[in-house]
């Protein structure tokens, strides 16, 4: 088991120092970030025991390991879910959360999904605050165009052999710098539109963000990848005849001519804080955002197409194959409308646009 780190346990307390971002000598080579897991100070653990019902104070640990029993209901009935969101620098060397209460929200239905039990908003930022300024020297810096990011993950940590909720919880933020999911840049990707495979179904866990829904996708995204397609849309399971989301990504479809953001509405589709924050920006555009069911058929309406999430933001897709039928968004470029739908929230996250919508939580 790691030990405590006295010395960072309480690092946001009064009077103590702000560390500045990306300025510990930690060898991270800031301006060739990608979006893999790098070793980092501390990650926050919190824990929860039938015998109390309450969450433990948060304690941070350095080595990145934890025991658990072998009759975890983790790892016997897939009790697990986890979030992921951002910390960013600004140029004035401040480091703030990109809507993490949001976050707090969604891993609540997580959790009442998986009968774990919750965190209250403030115990989740209060963890994710902890984490991020025991990490502060792992901050990309403003100028790197890259960012903290944080895994919150619950997870049931107590040993059960038959189908029940367990006895015991942990709660454990992890985090990493990244820079761009995909390296390069910004630029227009080919994907497939699954049959052979569902991604959720009907009054399933696919609203929720548990860890299952991602072991489901693993092999037909390593079909599709090697079939040259990096990004793969699900359809509806029942009919599939509606489009529901990419694999790790929510959908956005522009209707330039309607001047219209289209983005599906379904029971089975992960509410994507990204895409939540894309329509608020839409909407300030002047757009109209419609949040409803997308036939299969509408796919040809499209001048252009979006999968969106915490880790990617936006990624431009140009093109779709269903069998012998290929779908085309736009050409080789990034579509204007993604373009500024991207420029203008990333300005929100870098500090470098007004927040007029209260998104950011500044951490120190």
């Known amino acids: 088991m790691a030990a405590p780190l006295p010395a960072l346990s309480n690092p946001l307390a009064p009077g103590s120092p702000c560390p500045l971002p ?8 800031w301006t060739e970030l990608g979006f893999s897991l790098r070793p980092t100070a501390a990650h926050v653990v919190m824990t929860w025991s039938e015998d109390t019902g309450a969450w433990s104070e948060p304690t941070l640990e350095s080595e990145p390991y934890i025991k658990v029993h072998i009759g975890a209901t983790a790892l016997h009935y897939g009790q697990a879910c986890f979030e992921g969101l951002k910390a960013f620098a600004h140029d004035d060397s401040s480091v703030h959360l990109f809507r993490p209460t949001a976050n707090a929200n969604r891993l609540r239905s997580s959790a009442k999904r998986t009968v774990m039990p919750e965190l209250t908003d403030e115990l989740f930022l209060s963890a994710a605050r902890t984490c991020v300024a025991a990490n502060m020297g792992y901050v990309p810096p403003a100028s790197s165009n890259g960012a903290l990011y944080l895994r919150p993950l619950l997870f049931g940590s107590g040993p059960r052999i038959g189908l029940q909720p367990s006895g015991e919880y942990k709660f454990v933020v992890l985090a990493t710098p990244v820079g761009d999911y995909y390296k390069g840049g910004l630029s227009p990707v080919r994907g497939k539109v699954v049959t052979e495979y569902d991604r959720a179904a009907p009054r399933g866990v696919g609203a929720v963000k548990v860890a299952g829904n991602y072991a489901a996708d693993l092999l037909p995204n390593i079909e599709g990848k090697a079939d040259g397609f990096p990004i793969l849309l699900y359809l509806d399971s029942a009919t599939q005849s509606v489009v529901e989301e990419f694999s790790t990504s929510n959908f956005i479809g522009i209707n330039r001519e309607k001047n219209e953001f289209v983005t599906p509405k379904s029971p089975s589709v992960l509410p994507s804080i990204t895409n939540l924050s894309l329509q608020q920006i839409a909407k300030d555009m002047g757009m109209t955002v419609s949040v409803r069911p997308v036939p299969l058929s509408e796919l040809d309406d499209f001048d252009e197409v979006i999968a ?16 012998d039928k290929v779908y085309k968004f736009g050409s080789d470029e990034v579509g204007e409308v993604t373009m500024e739908l991207y420029r203008r929230v990333r300005e929100i996250q870098q500090g470098k646009a007004p927040d007029n919508h209260g998104w950011l939580e500044k951490v120190c």
Do not use: F, R
């Open 22 to 29: 990306g300025t510990a000598d930690v060898g991270v080579p």
């Open 308 to 323: 969106c999430g915490t880790a990617v933001v936006v990624t431009p897709v140009n093109e779709l194959t269903l069998g």
